[in-house]
C-alpha cells in the first residue's frame, strides 16, 4: 500500500501538469483567434495606398492563410468533441449555409463567391470554437483581457508615433473629410468605433466578475479612444444598448421584454430603408442623417434597391455584387465615383437581398435573430451565468443595431461581424450548459 501512493501521486501530478499544458495552448489559441478576428495579420493600412481604389478581389493572402490554419484547429478541436459539433446542427444554421451554397452556384461570379465564402466559412468557425476553448470562467477573462489591451495598447501607440496610418488624413484616398477621426489600427474610424463599444462591454464585464481596476481601465482606456474616432453610430447604439439590455434580463414577460429593442431595431430599419419610398419618412430621415459623415448613404440604398429586383430570388451571387466590373464601371470604361463605387451597401439585409435573394434575407433573420431570441429565454429561463448572459447580449444587440448603417452579417473578416458571432455562440452554448463552468 506505501509503495502505491507515491505512484498515484506521481500519475496525479503528472495529470494536473498536462491538464494545465492543454490550457495553456487552449489560452493561445484563444488570443490567436481574437486577435486575428479583431485586428487580422494586416493591420495600420496606409489610406493614401492607391491599391485601395483597385476594383475586384483585393483580399491579403497572408490573411486568409491565418483563417484557414487556425479554422484547420477549430475543426479538429470539433471532432474531438461530437456534443459541442451537435449543438451548431440547428436548422437555422443548416438551412442559412445551405442557401448559401446555393448563391454561389448561381452566382454572377461564382469563382470569386466561392472563395469569400470559404474565408466567411472560416470565420464562422473560428467564432464557433472561441467560447468553448476556456474550461473555466478565468481561462476566459484572461486571455480575453490579454487580447483587449493587446488592441488597445497598439491602437494608442499607433496614433502617438505613427499618426499617419492611425489617424484620418486629409491625403487619404478614401473620405478624406474624416482627416483628424482616429482609427487606430483599423482601416476605419467607424470600424473602429465599434470595436471601442465592444471592449467598453467586455470591460464592465471583467470588472463584475474579476476585478474593478482591469474592468475599469478597459472601459475607460476605450471609451476615450471611441470618443476620438467621432463615430456618432457607434457612440449613440452603445448607450442604448446600454439601457435597454436591463430591460431584456429583467423581470416580467421575456417576449414583452425583448419586443422593446426589437421594435425599435425594425423602427429604425423602416425610417431609413423606408424612407425611399415615403416622402414624410425621408423628411425625418434627411434630418437625423445630415451630418456629414452619413452623406452617400441615402444614393447608395437608393442604387441598392434598384438591383434588387433584377434577380430578387437568387440574389446577384454571395458577395458579387459590389466592387464588379459590372457595377463600377457600368456600360463605360471609366469608373464612377457615385454610389456604384461603395464597397457595400452600409445595410446589412439590404446587401443580403442584393446578394443572397430576399429568401437569404428571410434565412439570416432566423439566424442572427430568432435563434439568438430562443437561445436567450433558454438561458434566462435556465438560470445561467447572468454576467456572460449580460455580455453576450449586448455585443449581439449592438452589432444588430449596427447592420442599420453598416453591412456586418456575414462581411467576412469584419471584427463586428466575428464579434457578433461569438455572442451568438456564446448564447447557444449557454443555453444548453456547455460553455465556461
Known amino acids: 500500500m506505501s509503495s502505491v501512493a507515491p505512484v498515484a501521486g506521481a500519475a496525479s501530478a503528472e495529470t494536473h501538469a498536462g491538464q ?7 489560452d493561445a489559441l484563444f488570443v490567436a483567434i481574437f486577435l486575428l478576428g479583431w485586428v487580422s495579420v494586416s493591420p495600420f493600412q496606409p489610406l493614401s ?4 481604389l483597385e476594383v475586384g478581389d483585393t483580399s491579403d493572402t497572408l490573411n486568409q492563410i491565418a483563417y484557414v490554419t ?29 442557401w448559401l451554397l446555393v448563391s454561389v452556384a448561381t452566382s454572377n461570379h461564382p469563382a470569386l463567391s466561392l472563395r469569400r465564402l470559404i474565408f466567411t466559412g472560416c470565420v464562422i468557425l473560428l467564432a464557433a470554437a472561441a467560447p468553448l476553448l476556456p474550461s473555466n470562467r478565468r481561462r476566459f477573462v484572461e486571455p480575453i ?39 487606430g489600427l483599423f482601416d476605419h474610424k467607424n470600424i473602429a468605433g465599434e470595436m471601442m ?32 474616432t467621432e463615430a456618432k453610430a457607434a457612440m449613440g447604439f452603445l448607450v442604448l444598448v446600454l439601457v435597454l439590455s436591463p430591460v431584456v434580463t429583467g423581470k416580467g414577460r421575456f417576449g414583452l421584454r425583448v419586443a422593446v429593442p426589437l421594435a425599435l431595431w425594425a423602427g429604425l430599419n423602416v425610417l431609413t430603408v423606408g424612407s425611399l419610398f415615403s416622402p414624410a419618412l425621408k423628411t425625418v430621415n434627411d434630418l437625423a442623417l ?14 441598392a434597391t434598384q438591383h434588387i429586383p433584377e434577380r430578387a430570388l437568387l440574389g446577384h451571387g454571395f458577395g458579387a455584387f459590389w466592387e464588379t466590373d459590372e457595377i463600377v464601371y457600368g456600360d463605360s470604361m471609366v469608373k464612377g465615383d457615385g454610389p456604384e463605387s461603395a ?46 448572459i449580460m455580455l453576450f ?25 466575428f464579434s457578433m458571432l461569438v455572442a451568438m455562440f456564446g448564447l447557444r452554448y449557454l443555453s444548453t450548459w456547455r460553455l465556461i463552468a
Open 20 to 26: 494545465e499544458f492543454a490550457g495553456r495552448w487552449r
Open 49 to 52: 495606398n492607391a491599391k485601395l
Open 70 to 98: 487556425l479554422a484547420t484547429c477549430a475543426v479538429a478541436f470539433f471532432l474531438r468533441r461530437p456534443h459541442a459539433l451537435s449543438l451548431l446542427l440547428r436548422p437555422a444554421y443548416i438551412a442559412m449555409s445551405a
Open 145 to 183: 483581457s490579454a487580447s483587449i489591451l493587446i488592441v488597445l495598447a497598439l491602437c494608442y501607440v499607433g496614433v502617438a508615433l505613427f499618426p499617419e496610418v492611425s489617424i484620418h488624413q486629409a491625403d487619404d484616398l478614401v473620405e478624406p473629410r474624416l482627416a483628424g477621426n482616429w482609427r
Open 197 to 228: 463599444a465592444i471592449f467598453v462591454f467586455v470591460g464592465l464585464f471583467i470588472a463584475r466578475v474579476r476585478g474593478a481596476g482591469l474592468g475599469w481601465s478597459i472601459v475607460l482606456a476605450a471609451a476615450f479612444f471611441l470618443l476620438f
Open 290 to 303: 445630415s451630418d456629414p459623415t452619413f452623406t452617400g448613404r441615402n444614393d447608395i440604398w437608393q442604387f
Open 343 to 388: 464597397s457595400h451597401a452600409h445595410h446589412a439585409l439590404l446587401d443580403l437581398a442584393l446578394t443572397t435573394g430576399i429568401p437569404g434575407v428571410a434565412l439570416a433573420l432566423l439566424w442572427a435573430v430568432a435563434a439568438p431570441v430562443r437561445d436567450l429565454r433558454l438561458c434566462l429561463a435556465q438560470g445561467a451565468d447572468s454576467d456572460l
Open 393 to 417: 447580449l449586448r455585443i449581439w444587440l449592438f452589432a444588430l443595431f449596427n447592420c442599420i448603417f453598416e453591412s456586418i452579417l456575414f462581411a467576412r473578416g469584419d471584427p463586428l461581424w
